[in-house]
DNA sequence: TTGAATGCAAAGCTTTTGCAATTCA
DNA sequence: TGAATTGCAAAAGCTTTGCATTCAA
């Protein structure tokens, strides 16, 4: 599948995309490049980085930012469209979704003239666990 | 003003924090701590993410990822809330607000037993001009 | 007066880049 | 085969930190 899905989108399917695409569908949470690299082993942090440009032009993936200091990527599921809930208390994240999301990014876009391709939403709070504690 | 605004958030009005508030009034504008520091000249760089921090802890001004390499603050105005459209191509910001946005924040919170603090949403796409070129 | 804030310079981290070796189409 | 991709190590930022000094309350 990974293979396919790169070719489509223009991307000599090696074998190291074939496995760090395979691992970001799995793990579908937005995760570091380090992290990324960990888990794969044979990849050297240098080449999950450009492979992470790739897939962010090809829109495979999303750029998250959590607010720590370093930039997360998440599988972009096409049919699995969600933000994220950042508790700063503990660190959890949950995945939410948006009601009427695209009907209000389209409103905005066609009241600035602004042809939005992409958009990022985070929220920073408590979650239930730690509002109690 | 700042002088003030600074106590009622029991942070110590010192010269360096008057005048980094003030600019950021001002400019009311995603800036860098760079810009931010070079626009100062008496101030060092150090000091200015310092003092982001303690503003950022206080409300005073919000965190924005605008997609470069680095992190932008911008002062957080209560009653000019708002959001930014970032053009790929030429990078204009533009400011933009969302209809409705309190009450869909609220619902997402509800919804997820979470309680928001505060949210992140930037808009990437193409600006007016950059469409027709 | 005195704890808090600042400046300077060094350290820390994440991310990028150059170049030779390797690999996929 | 030939262009694209990868590894390694060095470089390049941005941001943080230690410590002596200065400053606001």
């Not at 074939?18 to 690299?37: D, G, K, S």
């Not at 720590?68 to 950042?86: N, Q, S, V, W």
């Amino acid at each position: 599948m990974p293979a396919q899905l790169l070719q489509s989108h223009q991307l000599k399917a090696t074998k190291q995309r074939r496995e760090l695409l395979l691992l970001m569908q799995r793990e579908h949470r937005p995760r570091t490049a380090e992290q990324l690299q960990t888990k794969l082993k044979d990849v050297s942090l240098a080449t999950v980085y450009r492979m992470m440009d790739d897939f962010l032009q090809a829109g495979l993936v999303n750029r998250v930012d959590l607010g720590h200091g370093h930039t997360h990527f998440e599988y972009a599921d096409p049919k699995h469209h969600h933000h994220h809930l950042i508790c700063d208390d503990c660190g959890r994240i949950e995945d939410v979704r948006v009601p009427n999301e695209t009907k209000i990014v389209l409103s905005v876009g066609r009241k600035a003239k602004f042809r939005v391709r992409r958009h990022a939403l985070e929220f920073f709070g408590l979650c239930s666990r730690c509002q109690t504690a």
